[in-house]
């Protein structure tokens, strides 16, 4: 059996170090606009470009996060909880995209 300290810790470990990355650069960018006068008081292109940097991480979290539980159904030992763990995944996957694709049909649609 395996305690919640253990499966937590392997978990982290098979986040894929992309995912960090992403969550990095959100934070800071996230911070740059918040602190934007502060930061860049004579730079009138730091808020675009950090707007556009957190758009992109959003983007990118998603796919990197099913990537990352795709990692975790397949560390799973027992077949048919592993194939329900890729299941799961799956059916979140194709949630994700009905819900980007419907999100893009209003945009256009009322853009």
């Known amino acids: 059996m395996i305690h919640l300290p253990e499966a937590a810790g392997r978990a982290l470990r098979l986040a894929p170090v992309a995912l ?3 969550l990095v650069v ?3 960018a ?3 606009i918040l602190w934007q006068q502060e930061l860049w008081p004579y730079t009138p ?4 470009l950090s707007r556009f940097v957190v ?3 959003l ?3 998603p796919l990197l996060g099913f990537w990352w539980l795709w990692r975790l159904a397949a560390g799973i030992s027992h077949r048919g909880w592993r194939w329900l763990g890729y299941a799961v995944v799956l059916a979140f996957t194709g949630l ?3 819900l980007v694709v419907l999100g ?3 945009w256009v649609w009322w853009g």
């Open 96 to 98: 994700a995209v009905l």
């Open 45 to 48: 292109a730091a808020l675009p």
């Open 59 to 61: 983007l990118l979290l």
């Open 20 to 22: 960090w990355w992403v």
């Open 26 to 28: 959100l934070v800071l």
């Open 30 to 32: 996230i911070g740059s």
């Open 104 to 106: 893009c049909a209003v």
């Open 55 to 57: 758009q992109l991480c």
